[in-house]
């Protein structure tokens, strides 16, 4: 199907790193591969790393539009997860 989408648009056959007048090439590539990058929030906190890895927001996200739950009762919900997983990983203070 995408295969298809492609051909409509004439492009199926022009890879897309074989078109070099593309205003966003240059940069995206410079940006994504040789620029500077910064690590995610979650990379260094492994509480938060264990929220996202259990997809705590998504999961109150998809109890409201597919579980009809209410956003106040899944962002309670999603928070008292998160409490948890934020009390196993306690900050020492120096």
Sequence with gaps: ?????????GRAKVPAAARPNDPHRAP???????GPTLSTFWTFNPAYAQVQNEHVWPTAWADITTGGMPPEAAAEKAF?????IFAKYPIAQS
Excluded: D, N, S
């Design 1 to 9: 199907m995408v295969a298809a989408a492609f051909a409509t648009c």
């Design 28 to 34: 995206y590539i410079q940006q994504g591969l040789f």
């Design 80 to 84: 008292k997860r998160a409490e948890e």
